[in-house]
């Protein structure tokens, strides 16, 4: 049992202690890692350590006493809908991640449908590759999860989730991209279908929101997906993804900000008075919103292109030199910064490749279907890139020539 110190230890031996704390910690300046974090550079860095500091205390919760914070928040939220396909009569909502991006989307779909059709027992239909978020937002708020396998491009089957559908449906899901392979649904086929049902239509574009457009302005095929597509009714978009933000950032879009009001909670039922919340937060870090607002601010149109440009030359390089490589492939097809790479040669153990990397220091994400290994991508992987398709060659290498240690899929962490 550790118990509160009887008295105060000082600053420095705190300082050390962490330090030596982090030293086993994963070298993710190295570019070792392909998830958990996003970085640019060290001038991004500071920009972001500076804002947040500077609204340290402040709590967004209390948006009467601070009001510069409802203005930053409110600049966030323009941004993104003037990035994302937002109309005159869209809004948002600023949240911790795109865990409460989803679970608010996912109440307010069952709210309305509970209103509007009297709806008890809802359930949602999805991909089997939307984020199992989805599977957590439906237990907590009593809907019904009904996955529905996706076909061989890797992308929703919209006619078999259209047979999935009923009377209780209250929402379709589609991602922009999914994590297991990076690839797009067809975001207006479905919504189509949800607009046909009358139901609401969410996009999962958590990976994909603030990186997707500026990936096509490169000239890379990306299909519609965001609020302008007709149908769409929301929108989810990690600010502290490749919006490049510091953790703890994300948005809720919709195409009409009145079905905000489907997320809202309100109560009289103490003493105090009235309570209102659009979050499932009480109180909220004006940090990270300062943050996000002083990231989108400093990178602009530009830093944002350039983000997207060094991902997609790093994934260029990374696929090409590692489909060279005997016995491997790329799984296609991946649409961004995310892809998978497997064995194709039976006699190549990947777990055993997996080990082999994991001991050179590279973190692995491990696939289980298909067996195989999973990156995502971030503007640091540039620097990189030829240095992980070497070092895959000599896990490969030390695979074939008698390694013992693997990595199963099941070991995953992510």
């Given at each position: 049992?550790?118990n509160?110190?009887a008295?105060?230890?000082?600053?420095?031996?705190?300082?050390?202690?962490?330090?030596?704390?982090?030293?086993?910690?994963?070298d993710?300046?190295?570019?070792r890692?392909?998830?958990?974090?996003?970085?640019?550079?060290?001038?991004?860095?500071?920009?972001?350590q500076?804002?947040?500091?500077?609204y340290w205390?402040?709590?967004n919760?209390?948006?009467?006493a601070?009001?510069?914070?409802?203005?930053?928040?409110?600049?966030?939220?323009?941004?993104?809908?003037?990035?994302?396909?937002?109309?005159?009569?869209?809004?948002?909502?600023?949240?911790?991640?795109?865990?409460?991006?989803i679970?608010?989307?996912?109440?307010?779909?069952?709210?309305?449908?509970r209103?509007?059709?009297?709806?008890?027992?809802?359930?949602?239909?999805?991909p089997?590759?939307?984020?199992?978020?989805?599977?957590?937002?439906?237990?907590?708020?009593?809907?019904?999860?009904?996955?529905?396998?996706?076909?061989?491009?890797?992308r929703?089957?919209?006619?078999?989730?259209?047979?999935?559908?009923?009377?209780?449906?209250?929402?379709?899901?589609?991602?922009?991209?999914?994590?297991?392979?990076?690839?797009?649904?067809?975001?207006?086929?479905?919504?189509?279908?949800?607009?046909?049902?009358?139901?609401?239509?969410?996009?999962?574009?958590?990976?994909g929101?603030?990186?997707?457009?500026?990936?096509?302005?490169?000239?890379?095929?990306?299909?519609?997906?965001?609020?302008?597509?007709?149908?769409?009714?929301?929108l989810?978009?990690d600010?502290?993804?490749?919006?490049?933000a510091?953790?703890?950032?994300?948005?809720?879009?919709?195409?009409?900000?009145?079905?905000?009001?489907?997320?809202?909670?309100?109560?009289?039922?103490?003493?105090?008075?009235?309570?209102?919340?659009?979050?499932?937060q009480?109180?909220?870090?004006?940090?990270?919103?300062?943050a996000?607002?002083?990231?989108?601010?400093?990178?602009?149109?530009?830093?944002?292109l350039?983000?997207?440009?060094?991902?997609?030359?790093?994934?260029?390089?990374?696929?090409?030199?590692?489909?060279?490589?005997?016995?491997?492939?790329?799984?296609e097809?991946?649409?961004?910064?995310?892809?998978?790479?497997?064995?194709?040669?039976?006699?190549?153990?990947i777990?055993?490749?997996?080990?082999?990397?994991?001991?050179?220091?590279?973190?692995?994400?491990?696939?289980?279907?298909?067996?195989?290994?999973?990156?995502?991508?971030?503007?640091?992987?540039?620097?990189?890139?030829?240095?992980?398709?070497?070092?895959?060659?000599r896990?490969?290498?030390?695979?074939?020539?008698g390694?013992?240690?693997?990595?199963?899929?099941?070991?995953?962490?992510?």
């Amino acid at each position: 049992m550790t118990n509160i110190p009887a008295t105060g230890r000082p600053r420095d031996e705190i300082l050390g202690e962490l330090a030596a704390r982090k030293a086993g910690d994963r070298d993710w300046r190295r570019g070792r890692l392909a998830v958990y974090f996003y970085w640019l550079d060290e001038e991004l860095e500071r920009v972001q350590q500076e804002a947040y500091r500077a609204y340290w205390t402040e709590n967004n919760l209390g948006q009467r006493a601070y009001p510069s914070l409802k203005s930053l928040e409110d600049e966030v939220i323009a941004m993104a809908l003037s990035l994302l396909g937002g109309g005159e009569r869209a809004g948002g909502t600023f949240t911790s991640g795109g865990s409460e991006s989803i679970f608010l989307a996912m109440m307010a779909a069952r709210n309305k449908a509970r209103a509007a059709r009297g709806i008890s027992q809802p359930n949602i239909v999805l991909p089997d590759t939307a984020h199992l978020t989805f599977d957590r937002a439906a237990e907590a708020l009593g809907l019904e999860s009904r996955r529905v396998p996706v076909g061989p491009d890797l992308r929703a089957d919209v006619a078999a989730m259209a047979a999935r559908m009923d009377g209780n449906t209250v929402a379709l899901v589609g991602s922009a991209p999914n994590y297991p392979f990076g690839t797009f649904d067809s975001i207006g086929d479905l919504a189509a279908l949800a607009a046909s049902r009358g139901i609401w239509m969410h996009v999962d574009a958590c990976v994909g929101g603030f990186l997707a457009p500026y990936v096509r302005r490169l000239g890379h095929p990306i299909p519609d997906f965001d609020l302008s597509v007709p149908g769409v009714t929301s929108l989810s978009a990690d600010i502290h993804k490749h919006g490049m933000a510091p953790k703890g950032a994300s948005l809720l879009l919709v195409s009409d900000a009145a079905d905000r009001e489907w997320h809202r909670f309100e109560s009289r039922a103490w003493q105090r008075g009235p309570y209102a919340a659009y979050t499932t937060q009480g109180t909220r870090p004006g940090g990270a919103v300062a943050a996000a607002w002083a990231t989108m601010n400093h990178l602009g149109d530009e830093g944002y292109l350039r983000c997207a440009s060094l991902i997609m030359e790093a994934k260029s390089i990374m696929t090409t030199g590692i489909a060279a490589i005997p016995g491997l492939a790329i799984l296609e097809p991946s649409d961004l910064g995310i892809f998978v790479w497997r064995a194709t040669d039976p006699a190549l153990d990947i777990g055993k490749v997996a080990a082999a990397l994991d001991a050179e220091g590279w973190l692995v994400g491990r696939q289980q279907e298909p067996d195989g290994v999973h990156l995502h991508l971030n503007p640091i992987h540039r620097e990189v890139a030829e240095e992980y398709v070497d070092a895959v060659a000599r896990a490969v290498a030390a695979a074939r020539g008698g390694a013992t240690a693997r990595i199963a899929a099941t070991q995953a962490t992510y």
